[in-house]
């Protein structure tokens, strides 16, 4: 299947002053609800998967069936890999077929995530695969991995970091967190208008569950471009199952409690595609 640019679509979403939301998906449920809500809003798509997803369904088989739910959809999606650490696993996931990943060291030392870096990158050009790299850490817990504190970004580092891995999308720590915000999220705006000005990589937001409509959209005024959203998706999952009991409490029908769930997730896909201004933008 041919691939979309990663880089491509965010640099027209900059040019544009709007984000592209990436979704972080788990299942057939969650990638068909995703990118219907996408295709119904006729926007573009960032269908993100963890590596705890990757290794419990498989590489081969989890490419095979989300290409599937992309085929036909007559938007722009990309299938990206997030916060992967192991750096084999991100060549396995870039041969078998994903758009984009997301390679992250950035636990290690400066220099020691840049080679890192760098050598994903190397590879995954060769191949029309786009990268995406991180400095600082953000706090909370995402997927396997958590930090009790956050190392934010600094301005110099970032351009460095840049320059030296010629990543296609870069994620820097601004104070945004993973999982659910215990508290206001206090962030650094500054930071995010600096590189943006001064960058042509497109910046990544992480930790978007949880932010205000505020925050969202004066990130994307200052340049976000890419803000990926998955504690929402798994509430809206969840939270999907406990109402339809409540409101079906003898039914058994898993097709019928499929599409009550699928329809709770389009909603919240919905909400965000909209808040980002990505609608009629595909």
Known sequence: MEKNSLKEMLLKAKHGKYAVGAFNIFNHISAKATVQAAKELSAPLILQ??????????????????????????????IHLDHCTDPELAKRCIDAGWDSIMIDASEKPFDENVAITAEIKKYAAAKNVCVEGELGVIKGVEDEISSDVEVATKY??????????????????????????????VLNFDLVRRISDTCDCPLVVHGGTGLSDEDFRKLIELGATKINISTAIKHAYFDGYQKYFEQNSTDRNPLKLDEFIEKEIKEVVKTHINLFGAAQKA
């Not at 997803?53 to 599937?68: P, Q, S, W, Y």
């Not at 580092?157 to 999220?185: C, L, M, Q, R």
């Open 156 to 185: 110099e580092d970032a351009i460095e970091f840049v320059n030296s891995t010629d990543v296609d999308a870069f994620a820097p720590a601004i104070g945004t967190a993973h999982g659910v915000y215990t508290e206001k999220a």
């Open 49 to 78: 998967t963890s590596v705890s997803t990757v290794k419990k369904i498989g590489v081969d088989e989890l490419i095979k069936m989300l290409n599937l739910v992309k085929e036909n959809a007559g938007i722009p999606i990309v």
